[in-house]
């Protein structure tokens, strides 16, 4: 009363390893794709921590004393930490322009999680310079000395100390130290 015939109910050998292929073809891409986010966000963590850094460079100048800034940078167009290290920073003209010279070098050489960064502050005197002017432009030369006696165009640059295997990129902020007197 025993039927002879045999039902194999299941998957055979190779559809269990076409789909094992398939299903790790699949999880690979995968893979790649969640590893390139996040290092495109890492990257852009970085990028922001760099921006953070210049703006809060920004600030400290912006708190220093307007006529001592702007006899420093005619004298000097750069404020550059290569000449204000952690253990020297005894430029006369540094010393000059900023009351607490050991204060200034931390602002130029910051640590932040363990990263050390440099930070160069550049003065824009072309933004305030004495040229002609085409006509028409909204900027005349009136306004531009009414600027030069009020503020210092500077741009802030921030980059890593070492590299270590990151990409070598600078971030840059733009913003102006204001006299005392409009602040």
Same mark, same amino acid.
């Given at each position: 009363?025993? %039927?002879?015939?045999?039902?194999?109910?299941?998957?055979?050998?190779? @559809?269990?390893?076409?789909? +094992?292929?398939? $299903?790790?073809?699949? %999880?690979?891409?995968? !893979?790649?794709?969640? !590893?390139?986010? *996040?290092?495109?966000?890492?990257?852009?963590?970085?990028?922001?921590?760099?921006?953070?850094?210049?703006?809060?460079?920004?600030?400290? *100048?912006? =708190?220093? /004393?307007?006529?001592?800034? @702007? !006899?420093?940078?005619?004298?000097? %167009?750069? $404020?550059?930490?290569?000449?204000?290290?952690?253990?020297?920073?005894?430029?006369?003209?540094?010393?000059?322009?900023?009351?607490?010279?050991?204060?200034?070098?931390?602002?130029?050489?910051?640590?932040?999680?363990?990263?050390?960064?440099?930070? /160069?502050?550049?003065?824009?005197? =072309?933004?305030?310079?004495?040229?002609?002017?085409?006509?028409?432009?909204? #900027?005349?030369? +009136? /306004?531009?000395?009414?600027?030069?006696?009020?503020?210092?165009? #500077?741009? #802030?640059?921030? =980059?890593?100390?070492?590299?270590?295997?990151?990409?070598?990129?600078? #971030? @840059?902020?733009?913003?102006?130290?204001?006299? @005392?007197?409009?602040?």
């Amino acid at each position: 009363m025993h %039927s002879n015939q045999k039902q194999e109910q299941g998957f055979t050998l190779i @559809e269990v390893l076409a789909s +094992i292929v398939i $299903l790790s073809v699949v %999880s690979l891409v995968l !893979t790649a794709f969640f !590893t390139q986010a *996040m290092t495109y966000s890492k990257s852009n963590q970085n990028k922001t921590i760099m921006v953070n850094i210049a703006r809060n460079a920004l600030f400290y *100048m912006e =708190k220093q /004393d307007f006529e001592k800034m @702007e !006899t420093f940078f005619n004298a000097k %167009s750069e $404020l550059s930490a290569a000449e204000c290290t952690l253990t020297n920073c005894n430029d006369s003209a540094y010393l000059a322009a900023f009351s607490d010279g050991t204060a200034l070098a931390y602002v130029l050489h910051p640590t932040v999680n363990n990263i050390e960064y440099t930070i /160069d502050i550049k003065y824009q005197s =072309k933004l305030v310079e004495n040229k002609p002017q085409p006509t028409g432009t909204t #900027v005349n030369q +009136i /306004d531009r000395l009414t600027i030069k006696k009020y503020l210092l165009p #500077v741009k #802030v640059a921030v =980059k890593r100390a070492q590299s270590d295997g990151q990409p070598a990129y600078t #971030v @840059e902020v733009e913003g102006y130290i204001n006299d @005392e007197e409009i602040r």
